[in-house]
């Protein structure tokens, strides 16, 4: 009896200390682009239309379906755009720091985009973006009429004022220096806070 006693007890303990199963992915088929070999990206589908993908071994969460992640096999006709955006690809995952744009120590947003457009395509872009946004670029983008490449503002603090910057790559995702905890990501720009933060656009190279 004390034997059955403590085989139970036993089991009981067990039962307790088991951790619960991880969740379960499906994975999905990524699209032949000519950026996959930098992104070397892998999608994961969960439920409540969550996509995590791994880029250069950092894990990303994106919103959407699944379908919404598939980006352009050729995000532009300008060759300009497309080295912009495959260099953007290529530094994700490098670090954020403040005031820099350096692909050792890191870079803050505007440092991003000044570099890959001081890099690509041999624009001086100003330093901060509050000067980079009252720049007399060719168009003022709205946000239906985005296109790959196209230089994007955000008021991310309280007062409504312009203080982040990113990249347009194409099917609704941008690609930036976030912050010091997330450092060079891919995002959805329609994701509900980068959504709401959104300001406006401008396209540098028509």
Do not use: W
């Given at each position: 009896?004390?034997k059955?006693?403590?085989?139970c007890?036993?089991?009981?303990?067990?039962?307790c200390s088991s951790k619960?199963?991880?969740?379960?992915?499906?994975?999905?088929?990524?699209p032949?682009?000519?950026?996959?070999?930098?992104?070397n990206?892998?999608?994961?589908?969960?439920?409540?239309n969550?996509?995590?993908?791994?880029?250069?071994?950092?894990k990303q969460?994106?919103?959407g379906s699944e379908s919404d992640v598939n980006?352009a096999?050729?995000?532009?006709n300008?060759?300009?755009?497309?080295?912009?955006?495959?260099?953007?690809?290529?530094l994700v995952?490098?670090?954020y720091?403040?005031?820099?744009e350096s692909l050792?120590?890191g870079f803050?947003c505007?440092?991003?985009v000044?570099?890959?457009?001081?890099?690509e395509?041999?624009?001086e872009?100003?330093?901060?973006?509050?000067q980079?946004?009252?720049i007399d670029?060719?168009?003022?983008?709205?946000?239906?009429?985005?296109?790959?490449?196209d230089?994007l503002?955000f008021?991310?603090?309280?007062?409504?004022?312009v203080?982040?910057t990113?990249?347009?790559i194409g099917?609704k995702?941008?690609?930036?220096?976030?912050n010091?905890r997330k450092?060079?990501r891919i995002?959805?720009?329609?994701?509900g806070y980068w959504?709401a933060?959104?300001?406006?656009a401008k396209?540098i190279?028509e």
């Open positions: 009896m004390k059955l006693f403590l085989l007890v036993c089991l009981g303990l067990a039962s619960p199963p991880p969740p379960s992915y499906v994975t999905y088929p990524t032949s682009s000519p950026f996959d070999v930098s992104l990206r892998e999608l994961f589908y969960e439920q409540g969550v996509i995590n993908t791994s880029l250069f071994g950092v969460v994106f919103y980006l096999k050729k995000p532009s300008s060759p300009v755009i497309n080295n912009i955006i495959s260099h953007a690809y290529s995952g490098k670090p720091r403040y005031g820099s050792t120590k803050d505007s440092g991003f000044g570099y890959l457009y001081g890099k395509a041999g624009i872009l100003p330093r901060s973006t509050r980079m946004i009252r670029a060719p168009k003022v983008v709205s946000k239906s009429k985005l296109k790959p490449g230089v503002f008021a991310t603090g309280k007062r409504g004022q203080s982040h990113g990249i347009y099917n995702f941008f690609v930036h220096a976030a010091s450092g060079v995002d959805s720009l329609n994701s959504s933060k959104f300001l406006e396209r190279i």
